[in-house]
């Protein structure tokens, strides 16, 4: 079992910006992908990043793209999302989430391609 615990959301001014972070813990595997998704009140849950574990390789939403940067720190089991220029829109509850699905069909960015989900954090940009 994987144990992922969000933090580091908030309430930030648009343009502002914030960074999020993922700790996981658990069963272990040296090859998997952590992503990060947020939900809208009243809006499905979203792709936002994803970043394989080993061997690196990043990828984003079109919507975060140049703004939101997601990194790791293998040493640590901790995943961040590091997030600038904020924009009002981009206010939702952000998770972050473990796949154990190989490489070779990398990128990653669907809801149901992910096993293990964080509880949340808030994100709340103010105009």
């Known amino acids: 079992q994987v144990h992922l615990v969000e933090s580091g959301g908030g309430l930030v001014q648009a343009g502002g910006s914030l960074r999020l972070s993922c700790a996981a813990s658990?069963?272990?595997?040296?090859?998997?992908?952590m992503g990060w998704f947020r939900q809208a009140p009243g809006k499905e849950r979203e792709f936002v990043a994803a970043i394989r574990w080993s061997g690196g390789g990043t990828y984003y939403a079109d919507s975060v793209k140049g703004r939101f940067t997601i990194s790791s720190d293998n040493a640590k089991n901790t995943v961040y999302l590091q997030m600038n220029s904020l924009k009002p829109e981009d206010t939702a509850v952000y998770y972050c989430?473990?796949?154990?699905?190989?490489?070779?069909?990398?990128?990653?960015?669907?809801?149901?391609?992910?096993?293990?989900w964080g509880q949340g954090t808030q994100v709340t940009v103010s105009s």
């Open positions: 989430a473990q796949n154990r699905l190989p490489y070779s069909s990398w990128p990653y960015s669907y809801v149901a391609q992910y096993d293990y």
């Open positions: 658990g069963r272990t595997f040296s090859s998997y992908t």
